[in-house]
């Protein structure tokens, strides 16, 4: 079974300036046409009954061998977005696709996709639908803005946020999608664009249970492992701690790099003994390479980079 943390209340407070600007978050000042209005949410219903046995994470001895049945939504298909709705579709689901550029989703037509002109259509015609957006701005316009994804929500359905958005941002789209009497379930992922083309990217997972438990066989087509970590905005929390740890250690490698070229010393050797060390970690040997040869293809864009 995949592992279950019990995070404590207002984890936010524990998380430090330095660390939140580390982490690069942002809090994004949020139209007053998105921010949430006194509602009585509806009481949620039990999902439409869909044939599935679940997936058991990576993390376990444990396999699966049925698979989600129903149609899976993706919006958003970007570095991220394409590769994931992509092994979806090879993994055989039925997907409806959208993008803001529609050009990004004829590769994926052709792959067997069905598309739809809006993330409202989408939602309407889908029982679970994903979404990948950029930053936290198009991840609330996407959703909540017009013709957007909860416009097409009801009970039976779900939505599952993959983007890398604030605590804030997961909480207001919560909001919106249970207002709908429907499920939501924030699951962003740490891995970048190859993970992500191999199946390999790890989910930090928090919402409605029952969601997760519903799209847990499509995680473990779109990623190795996945976590579920209590009430919403905790799986925000969690990649934000992540991202911080990464940061610290992406910077002290690059200055051990360059310090190994000041001495004379060969950064290719260096990455070597770095993996094979105490201190060894998959990034290492991934970005090691490249950042040697001062070569970096985008994984992931500076422009969707976000502040405090």
Same mark, same amino acid.
């Given at each position: 079974?995949?592992?279950?943390?019990?995070?404590?209340?207002?984890?936010?407070?524990?998380?430090?300036s330095t660390a939140m600007a580390l982490c690069s978050a942002f809090c994004p000042r949020i139209s007053a046409n998105f921010r949430p209005k006194p509602f009585s949410s509806s009481p949620s219903k039990p999902?439409?009954?869909?044939?599935?046995?679940?997936?058991?994470?990576?993390?376990?001895?444990?396999?699966?061998?049925?698979?989600?049945?129903?149609?899976?939504?993706?919006?958003?298909?970007?570095? $991220?977005?394409?590769? $994931?709705?992509?092994?979806?579709?090879?993994?055989?689901?039925?997907?409806?696709?959208?993008?803001?550029?529609?050009?990004?989703?004829? #590769?994926?037509?052709?792959?067997?996709?069905?598309?739809?002109?809006?993330?409202?259509?989408?939602?309407?015609?889908?029982?679970?639908?994903?979404?990948?957006?950029?930053?936290?701005?198009?991840?609330?316009?996407?959703?909540?803005?017009?013709?957007?994804?909860?416009?097409? $929500?009801?009970?039976?359905?779900?939505?599952?946020?993959?983007?890398?958005?604030?605590?804030?941002?997961?909480?207001?789209?919560?909001?919106?999608?249970?207002?709908?009497?429907?499920?939501?379930?924030?699951?962003?992922?740490?891995?970048?664009?190859?993970?992500?083309?191999?199946?390999?990217?790890?989910?930090?997972?928090?919402?409605?249970?029952?969601?997760?438990?519903?799209?847990?066989?499509?995680?473990?087509?779109?990623?190795?492992?996945?976590?579920?970590?209590?009430?919403?905005?905790?799986?925000?929390?969690?990649?934000?701690?992540?991202?911080?740890?990464?940061?610290? $250690?992406?910077?002290?490698?690059?200055?051990?790099?360059?310090?190994?070229?000041?001495?004379?010393?060969? #950064?290719?050797?260096?990455?070597?003994?770095?993996?094979?060390?105490?201190?060894?970690? #998959?990034?290492?040997?991934?970005?090691?390479?490249?950042?040697?040869?001062?070569?970096? #293809?985008?994984?992931?864009?500076?422009?969707?980079?976000?502040?405090?």
């Amino acid at each position: 079974m995949p592992s279950t943390l019990l995070a404590k209340p207002n984890i936010n407070n524990l998380l430090s300036s330095t660390a939140m600007a580390l982490c690069s978050a942002f809090c994004p000042r949020i139209s007053a046409n998105f921010r949430p209005k006194p509602f009585s949410s509806s009481p949620s219903k039990p999902l439409l009954s869909l044939s599935f046995k679940v997936f058991s994470s990576q993390a376990t001895d444990a396999s699966s061998q049925d698979k989600f049945s129903g149609r899976v939504g993706f919006l958003g298909l970007g570095i $991220m977005g394409s590769p $994931m709705a992509q092994n979806l579709i090879k993994a055989g689901c039925d997907v409806i696709v959208w993008n803001r550029t529609k050009s990004k989703c004829d #590769p994926l037509i052709s792959l067997g996709a069905k598309y739809s002109s809006s993330p409202e259509e989408v939602a309407a015609n889908c029982d679970v639908t994903f979404a990948m957006l950029a930053d936290p701005e198009s991840a609330i316009d996407v959703a909540c803005g017009k013709n957007g994804a909860v416009s097409g $929500m009801g009970p039976g359905k779900g939505y599952v946020d993959i983007s890398t958005v604030d605590v804030a941002t997961s909480k207001l789209i919560n909001e919106h999608i249970k207002a709908r009497g429907a499920l939501f379930l924030e699951a962003p992922v740490s891995g970048s664009k190859k993970p992500a083309e191999d199946g390999q990217l790890i989910f930090l997972t928090a919402g409605d249970r029952s969601l997760y438990e519903l799209v847990s066989p499509l995680l473990d087509i779109l990623g190795k492992s996945r976590f579920y970590l209590g009430e919403v905005g905790n799986g925000a929390a969690m990649k934000l701690v992540v991202n911080m740890i990464m940061g610290s $250690m992406m910077a002290s490698f690059s200055e051990g790099i360059l310090l190994s070229k000041k001495v004379g010393l060969d #950064p290719s050797v260096l990455v070597e003994v770095v993996s094979q060390g105490a201190i060894s970690a #998959p990034m290492y040997s991934l970005k090691g390479p490249s950042m040697v040869k001062s070569q970096y #293809p985008t994984a992931f864009p500076l422009k969707h980079q976000q502040k405090v």
